[in-house]
């Protein structure tokens, strides 16, 4: 028999997340999936960046496509209020079978998280007008992008025990330069070494209100040029 590698989990508000052998933690929080992804990346990142001089056109990084959670809400925002995003996600284990999460979800979002899914690595792929997706099949601590190319860096890694590698000053510095001015930085963690190291890199941090089960999130914003 082949070992399971992702196992399928149903989360506090119906929607559903994975866990991965390798890692002992859920991709998402156990207290409901959607509503997390809902409340950190889009909420707290896209219509944040999105209000911020009425852009139009936002450049996204995510670190870790994982189920094609946060692309997909990501998409859903963009067809509702008229607006294009490039998105780039970084994945180094990709799901064997990313359409284990389709149950239960509308037709139409269903059909758009199968195509993210089958979306090749290393290609843009335009889902429609709306947005364009280039996943990239490698580890993160290895990849580096021009200055200033992202408007938003979605930072979703596994937490800080789990992956110390992925949360350290040096791979903050290279994300601060990736983002452009005014670019923001979102994730579920609220670690206080975590802000620290954010703030030592030139970010400036907010702690806000986290998701259910969380008492804080944080969100870093790179000055504008003075
Ligand atoms: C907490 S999960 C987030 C999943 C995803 N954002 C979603 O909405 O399902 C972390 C993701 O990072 C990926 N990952 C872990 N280490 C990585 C690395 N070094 N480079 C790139 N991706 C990595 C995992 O495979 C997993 O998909």
């Not at 001089?53 to 496509?65: F, P, R, T, W």
Request: proline share 6%.
């Amino acid at each position: 028999m082949t070992k399971e590698i992702f196992r399928r989990i149903r989360t506090g508000d119906g929607s559903w997340t994975v866990r991965h052998a390798a890692f002992a933690e859920t991709y998402h929080s156990i207290h409901g999936a959607r509503t997390e992804s809902m409340h950190v990346f889009i909420r707290n990142g896209l219509a944040y960046v999105a209000a911020l001089g009425g852009k139009k056109s936002v450049a996204v990084l995510e670190m870790g496509l994982g189920t094609g959670l946060n692309a997909l809400l990501s998409y859903e925002y963009a067809r509702s209020q008229g607006i294009k995003i490039r998105y780039t996600a970084v994945e180094k284990f990709p799901l064997q079978n990313g359409e284990i999460l389709l149950e239960g979800l509308p037709e139409h979002e269903a059909r758009i998280l199968s195509e993210i899914h089958r979306c090749p690595w290393h290609a843009p792929c335009e889902l429609d007008a709306f947005f364009e997706l280039q996943k990239v099949r490698a580890d993160f601590t290895d990849k580096t992008f021009p200055a200033e190319t992202f408007d938003l860096i979605y930072y979703d890694a596994f937490s800080p025990n789990i992956q110390p590698e992925l949360w350290t000053p040096e791979l903050f510095r290279r994300m601060f330069a990736w983002l452009r001015p005014g670019g923001v930085w979102v994730t579920y963690v609220a670690k206080g070494q975590v802000r620290r190291d954010l703030q030592a890199v030139g970010f400036a941090t907010e702690r806000l209100p986290g998701p259910p089960g969380k008492r804080e999130m944080l969100r870093a914003v790179k000055p504008e040029k003075s």
